[in-house]
Each structure stands twice: as C-alpha cells, then as structure tokens.
C-alpha cells in the first residue's frame, strides 16, 4: 500500500513493514511475518519492481514478528540484513527474555495470534547471516537510512530515519494499536523488556524531523516524531 512518496507499507495495521521505493533501489524495513513474503511480492509487482531491485533489510529489532521473510530474503535474493549488535544474538537464535504480557482483551489477542497463524508465525526462521550497526550510524543503502539507537523494548532496538522519504521507522519503540487489547492511538508497545527504558528513549525521537512515524504495529502517524513521543508519554 503506498503511504506517500518513495513509501508503501506491506502487511497491515496488524504487523506491518516498509518499503522505501527511490530510483537507485529499495530499502526495506523489517520483515514482518514469513507470511508477508507474498505481500512483498505483490507490492513490488504493483511499482513495477523487480526482487532485485531490493539493495537491503533494516531491522528495528530481532523478534520474531519482525524478522519474518529476513532469511529467505537474505538466501534466495542475497540481500544484506542489518540490525543493531545489541540484538544480533536474539535474531539468531530467538533467544529473548521473557516479558510480562500485561493488559489484554480476549477479541484482539486472539485476532493477533491467528493473524500470525495465517502468516506462518510458527515457522519464523532465524537470520543465520546479519550485518551489524550501531547508533548514529548512515546506512550505504537507498535513502541513507540513519540509524538511532532506541533501547528498552529490546537491548538492540532502533529506529530508522529516512529523509528522502520524510519518515521514521520505530519498530516496537512504540505503536498505535496495542495487539493485546486492540486500543488504538499512540501508547508504549506490550511485550517489552525495560518499559522506563523504553519511555526514556522516545527523548531520542523528539528533535527529528519527519512527517511520518510508523510503527511495526497499528496505523501510521502522520505527524512529527516530538508529537507522537509526547502522546506515548501521556499514554504511559
């Protein structure tokens, strides 16, 4: 689905990841569900744009609802993964701690669990090759992703700023629909693993620029960085 200029989103308000679209390539950003392959397919085919046109895959961080398609991308197209070394290990192995779920309804959470069934979640496979970044560092990839170090709701999670597409790419950093209880609007993400952490790297966002922050979960926020961090904030 195109969201903008050079930016289209696969998957939905569910699990969703990105694609940014410029004439010397592609940069995606995460990776959703194995499932979301096909997806990937689809909207390449809608901008009239080959697999390999694909230049590399930032993740924001290394579970597993956002690593999905990573590998398969990685060994069949032989596009480069990137993700932060803090993370590395937990996109390897799946090895992560276990998280409090906290507030949930029934309706949504199954809503999300079975959304996962139907994109194969259950055979997420591991990233067996990544690329390691770090704070503050520009991506030699379309767009010159910069990477911003966002730790809480995991060691190595990130967000991606884009300006050539005017646009933030925060994984779990935060969302705007809650999976476990279907509330929608800017609010901390569920499953994370420092939530004061967390809330304490949205101060990372604030003097940013771009007009568009999205989210690995729910609907894009069109509007500034420092605007949805504040909203996160009050939510919290």
Avoid: C
């Avoid at 590998?71 to 070394?85: D, W």
């Avoid at 939530?195 to 771009?210: F, G, H, V």
């Amino acid at each position: 689905m195109k969201l903008a200029p050079h930016l289209h989103r696969i998957g939905n308000d569910i699990v969703a990841a990105y694609l940014v679209d410029l004439p010397e390539g592609i940069t995606l950003i995460d990776a959703g569900l194995p499932g979301h392959w096909h997806d990937l397919q689809r909207e390449l085919a809608e901008i009239g744009r080959p697999l390999s046109d694909v230049r590399g895959l930032v993740l924001t961080h290394g579970d597993s609802d956002h690593i999905g398609f990573a590998e398969r991308l990685r060994r069949e197209a032989g596009v480069p993964v990137f993700i932060h070394a803090a993370d590395a290990h937990r996109v390897r192995t799946g090895e992560k701690p276990k998280t409090a779920m906290g507030p949930a309804r029934l309706g949504p959470t199954l809503g999300f669990f079975a959304y996962g069934l139907r994109k194969n979640a259950l055979r997420t496979p591991h990233v067996s090759e990544v690329t390691e970044v770090s704070d503050g560092q520009v991506l030699d990839l379309p767009g010159a992703p910069v990477v911003i170090g966002m730790p809480g709701h995991s060691p190595g999670s990130i967000a991606v700023h884009v300006p050539a597409a005017d646009a933030m790419f925060v994984g779990d950093a935060l969302t705007t629909r809650h999976v476990l209880t279907g509330r929608t609007g800017a609010q901390p993400a569920p499953f994370t693993d420092e939530p004061a952490e967390a809330l304490a790297s949205l101060d990372r966002l604030s003097a940013i620029p771009a007009s568009w922050v999205l989210p690995g979960h729910g609907a894009p926020w069109h509007g500034s960085p420092s605007a949805i961090a504040a909203a996160v904030r009050a939510s919290a």
